[in-house]
């Protein structure tokens, strides 16, 4: 089993990629904010989780990394806001992304909680 199995990691990455095709449609003045900052928080949750996992075997490690997962996605819930607020996505789209971004929340969450489900000492 591998990162790429477990579902914290498929849905971000999910979300990661929905943001991406989302956020095309940005403003061109926000190519080097808001753009590039979401893009980078919702990549980075599966890039700290990749991490993770293969820093596993100490719990300590593992925990930390996905403790930066679970940062990077509430930036990520942040700029969310920002681009709603904006007008650069409608509410229902705003409303359902943020749900997805709260799945992947309560995932990382349980695998902090549960370190040792994941291989982690």
């Known amino acids: ?11 971000a990455f999910d979300l990661a990629m ?6 095309k449609a940005f403003p061109k003045e926000e190519q ?3 753009t590039d900052q979401i893009r980078r928080s919702s990549r980075a949750v599966c890039a700290n989780m990749s991490e993770a996992y293969r ?3 100490c719990q300590k490690h593992f ?4 403790t930066d997962c679970d940062a990077e996605n509430g930036e990520t819930q ?3 806001k920002f681009a709603a607020a904006c007008n650069y996505i409608p509410k229902q789209m705003y409303l ?3 749900e997805k971004s709260q799945e992947v929340g309560k995932l990382i969450n349980y695998m902090i909680n549960n370190p040792g489900k994941f291989g982690s000492n």
């Open 96 to 98: 359902a992304t943020l």
């Open 1 to 11: 089993m591998g990162v790429e199995d477990l579902l914290a990691y498929q849905k």
């Open 78 to 80: 942040t700029w969310l």
């Open 18 to 23: 929905n943001i991406f095709e989302t956020s």
């Open 63 to 66: 925990v930390s990394k996905l």
């Open 32 to 34: 080097y904010s808001l």
């Open 55 to 57: 820093k596993r075997r």
